[in-house]
């Protein structure tokens, strides 16, 4: 598949969100909203953009650049940030400074931002070429490794990159193809973070993922043993959900299938619960 360049504004694109039940019909350049017309008589505040509905979950077991696996289910009242790219592709690699900044300028407001990594070729689908670009292309927020494209069809994702917002209730409010309407996207975010939030029910309900990060450079095996071959290495900051454990091994997701880890070399935590 061929990455997308879009450089006109105001794309007609479809999207199918089968999983969220939901046709979104024009998610690109869209008008920023008017911060004078929505403060509620009550002194609540609603954005003017459109409420898509429950965003699809992000589905990530491999991350970095974040302490924990992150789900959208247990960042209630923030503003998610989701961003569809890869490191080889040159409009991904454009859009970072922009991005960057408005990590460093909202994440203190409850901006969060995940670079959801689907890669086209086959160097993009190694976690160690991920780790360098990160490194080369200075990414400082979370980005999860998406190389079986679960968070990508679930958004019924077509291009490289698009940018998703998702509000404090966990619900699509804006979208944007390609580079290019950093301005309008910065209202957006802002007129997100504006919004009054008010827990639901719905809110009490977290995602408990137990996972793991390696306390040194660690070699991931292809069995439960030191006799099996070493497929590969993970680092310490590097964070993997925990798909089962056999005789002090743990089995997570590695690259494009899976590997074991020793749980004498790495910490053992559970995401979802009261710190």
């Not at 199918?16 to 350049?29: K, M, P, Y």
């Not at 247990?74 to 690699?93: A, P, R, S, Y």
């Amino acid at each position: 598949m061929l990455r997308l360049l879009v450089v006109a504004l105001g794309l007609l694109v479809i999207l199918i969100f089968g999983r969220a039940g939901l046709s979104i019909n024009a998610v690109t350049a869209q008008s920023a909203p008017d911060p004078n017309t929505q403060l509620k008589p009550d002194g609540t505040y609603v954005s003017s953009l459109r409420d898509y509905g429950p965003a699809p979950e992000i589905s990530g077991e491999s991350w970095l650049n974040t302490d924990m696996p992150l789900r959208l289910t247990n960042l209630k009242g923030k503003v998610v940030l989701l961003d569809m790219w890869t490191f080889g592709c040159i409009n991904c690699i454009h859009i970072i400074p922009s991005v960057r900044d408005w990590h460093e300028k909202y994440a203190d407001q409850g901006l969060v931002i995940i670079g959801n990594h689907f890669p086209e070729f086959s160097y993009e689908h190694d976690i160690a070429n991920i780790r360098d670009a990160l490194v080369r292309l200075d990414v400082p927020y979370a980005v999860t490794q998406d190389n079986g494209g679960d968070t990508w069809r679930a958004y019924n994702n077509r291009y490289w990159p698009t940018v998703y917002l998702i509000d404090k209730q966990g619900h699509l409010r804006y979208g944007h193809i390609g580079e290019g309407g950093y301005d309008t996207t910065e209202a957006a975010i802002q007129d997100l973070l504006k919004e009054t939030y008010t827990p639901s029910a719905d809110d009490t309900t977290i995602v408990a993922l137990d996972y793991l990060t390696p306390t040194i450079d660690l070699n991931v095996r292809s069995g439960s043993s030191t006799n099996t071959e070493i497929v590969g290495a993970i680092k310490p900051g590097e964070v993997f959900v925990i798909r089962g454990e056999d005789n002090g091994w743990y089995r997570i997701q590695y690259n494009d299938g899976e590997g074991f880890v020793s749980g004498e070399y790495v910490t053992v935590s559970r995401s979802g619960e009261a710190a």
